[in-house]
């Protein structure tokens, strides 16, 4: 059983930054695939930025260059830094983990995750 819980939202203006942080219990944490995924109001949740088990990362398009994605694994944590923050960016962002998929084909879908936290709202005002 995993646990993850979020943290690191905020409001800020557009063209600021933000870091999230996803917190994992459990002595496995380092043998998930880790993702972040955001869901913006009235629309579908969405894939943003993964990191898999070996260290392998992958973006949407349209976060890629502006947001990057690391882990800790002494520290049971996932980060997401978020450059260049714009309005499009607003958004309860999620993370989620899975040992079923590696790569980006399986890791961009919502389906086959164990676990997902809470969330943690970010807001980018214009």
């Known amino acids: 059983q995993v646990r993850l819980v979020e943290s690191g939202g905020g409001l800020v203006q557009a063209g600021g930054s933000l870091r999230l942080s996803c917190a994992g219990s459990?002595?496995?944490?380092?043998?998930?695939?880790m993702t972040w995924f955001r869901q913006a109001p009235g629309k579908e949740r969405e894939f943003a930025a993964a990191i898999n088990w070996r260290g392998s990362t992958y973006y949407a398009d349209s976060v890629k260059g502006r947001f990057t994605i690391s882990r800790d694994n002494a520290k049971n944590t996932v980060y997401l830094q978020m450059n260049s923050l714009q309005p499009e960016d607003t958004a309860v962002y999620y993370c989620?983990?899975?040992?079923?998929?590696?790569?980006?084909?399986?890791?961009?879908?919502?389906?086959?995750?164990?676990?997902w936290g809470q969330g943690t709202q970010v807001t980018v005002s214009s």
């Open positions: 459990g002595r496995t944490f380092s043998s998930y695939a």
């Open positions: 989620a983990a899975t040992t079923s998929s590696s790569d980006y084909a399986g890791l961009q879908s919502k389906t086959g995750y164990d676990y």
